[in-house]
């Protein structure tokens, strides 16, 4: 296990360079694609559910969504029930690029999988996601 953090490392490197590559040519950067997978897998999200669902921090959501706002792939509408939350919803334009995003995903995840069968790529996952639950319980 003593090259562990190498292997996290340099694969989120990796993923990171990929996306980048791949989403600029669509008008969005590695940072933005999570925001607009959720957003359309979920419209009417709050900003508190979105920070939850992707475990990233609220000023960060905010910040992000504003840049999406700004570049027209999402609007905010107060919430009914509390005034000082959002509903976020994905425009036309999100909703046009978002199965690109989810080809790219699949792409993606079938490079970084490749040589692993079925069953592997199960396991693979179901660990991956023991290992996140494992940071996030550990690091708040």
């Known amino acids: 296990m003593k090259n562990l953090s190498k292997y996290i490392s340099v694969t989120h490197r990796r993923s990171q ?3 980048t590559e791949q989403l600029e040519k669509i008008g969005i ?6 925001y607009i ?4 897998k979920n419209p009417g999200y709050t900003q508190d559910e979105l920070s939850q669902q992707l475990v990233i921090d609220k000023s960060t959501v ?3 969504l504003s840049q999406l706002e700004a570049n027209g792939f999402i609007t905010k509408i107060t919430n009914s029930n509390d005034r000082r939350a959002f ?4 425009t036309d334009k999100a909703l046009t690029i978002y199965p690109k ?5 699949e792409q993606w995840h079938r490079k970084i999988t490749e040589g ?3 069953i592997e790529c199960d396991v693979f996952q179901k660990l991956m996601e023991k290992v996140m ?5 550990n690091c708040k």
């Open 17 to 19: 360079i990929f996306y």
């Open 116 to 118: 692993l069968s079925d």
């Open 29 to 34: 950067s590695s940072g933005q694609f999570m």
């Open 133 to 137: 639950e494992n940071s996030i319980k």
């Open 62 to 64: 905010a910040k992000v």
């Open 37 to 40: 997978v959720c957003i359309c």
């Open 87 to 90: 509903n976020v919803f994905p």
């Open 101 to 105: 995003i989810l080809e790219i995903k």
